[in-house]
T-cell receptor
Framework: GAVVSQHPSWVICKSGTSVKIECRSL??????MFWYRQFPKQSLMLMAT?????????EQGVEKDKFLINHASLTLSTLTVTSAHPEDSSFYIC????????????FGSGTQLSVL | RKEVEQDPGPFNVPEGATVAFNCTYS??????FFWYRQDCRKEPKLLMS???SGNEDGRFTAQLNRASQYISLLIRDSKLSDSATYLC??????????FGAGTILRVKS
C-alpha cells in the first residue's frame, strides 16, 4: 500500500535554531500534503495545506514566516520551524493524499520536536 | 463550540466488553466522516468510514445520524489490542480533515 515517510522521528534542539521536517510519498505522487500539529492530549490541528508548485495555504493563527513549507516535487514536502522556541515543542505530522478520495489519505509517522 | 467534540474518556473496559463512543459535529454541511485510531505518539490510522446507512467491519460498527449531527463507533468483544485513542474525523470542505480530540479506550484483562 501507499506509504508516507516522515523524518526525523525525534528532534531535540536549542531555542533559536531552525528545524526541517521532511515528508515523502514513497510510491505515489501527492499533489497535496497536509501538515498537522498535536499537543499532548489534544487533537491534531491542521497547520497548512501544501500544494506542489505553489504556495502553501495556512490555517488561521499559523505564522507562515515561522513555519515554512516547501512542496517542490510531487513526492516531497518540507516543514521548517524557524527560530524554534520551547512553545513550538509538539508532535508534527504530515499526510499525503493519494488520488481524489478522502479515504486515500496516508500519514507520516510523525516528528516529536522538543525545544530546550 | 468546537467543530468536532468527543468525550475524552478514558473508557476502561474488560476484555470481551462492548463499548460505544459518540462524536458530535457542529457544521451541518459536513460531508464525510471517519473514525481513526491513534496509538501513543504514532500516526493516525483509518479505522473506517461512516455512512448514513451505517457500516460494519468485523467487531466494529459505525453509524451516522445527520439529524442529530453525531457519529458513533461500537466495538464488540473488546481485545487488549483495541486499547488506543479513537479519533472522530469530519471533512468540512475541500479535503481538510478536522479531528476530534479523541477518546481513550483501555481494555484490561
Amino acid at each position: 500500500g501507499a506509504v508516507v515517510s516522515q523524518h526525523p522521528s525525534w528532534v531535540i534542539c536549542k531555542s533559536g535554531t531552525s528545524v526541517k521536517i521532511e515528508c515523502r510519498s514513497l510510491d505515489f505522487q501527492a499533489t497535496t500534503m497536509f501538515w498537522y500539529r498535536q499537543f499532548p492530549k489534544q487533537s491534531l490541528m491542521l497547520m497548512a495545506t501544501s500544494n506542489e508548485g505553489s504556495k502553501a495555504t495556512y490555517e488561521q493563527g499559523v505564522e507562515k514566516d515561522k513555519f515554512l513549507i516547501n512542496h517542490a516535487s510531487l513526492t516531497l514536502s518540507t516543514l521548517t520551524v524557524t527560530s524554534a522556541h520551547p512553545e513550538d515543542s509538539s508532535f508534527y505530522i504530515c499526510s499525503a493524499q493519494y488520488g481524489s478520495t478522502n479515504e486515500k489519505l496516508f500519514f507520516g509517522s510523525g516528528t516529536q520536536l522538543s525545544v530546550l | 463550540r468546537k467543530e468536532v467534540e468527543q468525550d475524552p474518556g478514558p473508557f476502561n473496559v474488560p476484555e470481551g466488553a462492548t463499548v460505544a463512543f459518540n462524536c458530535t459535529y457542529s457544521n451541518s454541511a459536513s460531508q464525510s466522516f471517519f473514525w481513526y485510531r491513534q496509538d501513543c505518539r504514532k500516526e493516525p490510522k483509518l479505522l473506517m468510514s461512516v455512512y448514513s446507512s451505517g457500516n460494519e467491519d468485523g467487531r466494529f460498527t459505525a453509524q451516522l445520524n445527520r439529524a442529530s449531527q453525531y457519529i458513533s463507533l461500537l466495538i464488540r468483544d473488546s481485545k487488549l489490542s483495541d486499547s488506543a485513542t479513537y479519533l472522530c474525523v469530519v471533512i468540512l470542505y475541500g479535503n481538510k480533515l478536522v479531528f476530534g480530540a479523541g477518546t481513550i479506550l483501555r481494555v484490561k484483562s
